[in-house]
């Protein structure tokens, strides 16, 4: 089914000018930018948009990095955008991520990973809705 997800290009990504070629694997990969934004969260905004992990011994380091320079916001539609997208951007820790996937090719660490996404339609439907109106949004 034609599914949207969430995507977001982290800030070790951004101040290495690395929006297009990540943008670009997204796009050969048949997903579909259908709504983007650059923008310089506050710590606030990463403590609310990671909210899940809060409990988490590395949620501090987490919400400093997210919030430590700009990222990009996008929302990706295509046939099972989800699974496709988690795909592209390859294993949440680099070392452990096949060749050819984003995090494979740009990622520097498990914190500075390059890029996120969601996991299930949930997580996808509530992280879309917390940046993005659905007149922003462009199919
Ligand atoms: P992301 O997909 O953005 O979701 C949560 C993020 O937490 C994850 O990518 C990693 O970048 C980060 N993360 C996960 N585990 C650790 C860890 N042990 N130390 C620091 N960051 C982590």
């Known amino acids: 089914a034609i599914e949207r997800t969430f995507s977001m290009i982290k800030p070790d990504a951004t101040k290495r000018n690395l929006t297009g070629k990540i943008t670009a694997h997204l796009e050969e990969a048949g997903l579909r930018v259908v709504a983007s934004k650059r923008v310089h969260m506050s710590l606030r ?11 988490r011994p590395f949620f501090g ?7 430590s320079g700009p990222t990009v916001v996008q929302v990706l539609e295509g046939e099972n955008a989800i699974a496709k997208n988690r795909e592209v951007m390859g294993a949440t820790n680099p070392a452990e991520a096949d060749a050819g996937t984003i995090r494979k090719e740009y990622a520097l660490s498990l914190g500075e990973n390059s890029v996120h996404g969601s996991d299930a339609p949930e997580t996808a439907a509530r992280e879309i809705a917390f940046w993005f109106a659905e007149r922003d949004i462009a199919g």
Do not use: I, N, R, V
Request: proline share 0%; aromatic share 16%; net charge negative.
């Open 61 to 67: 380091e987490l919400t400093e990095f997210m919030s």
């Open 45 to 55: 905004d990463a403590q609310a948009f990671y909210a899940e992990h809060s409990e």
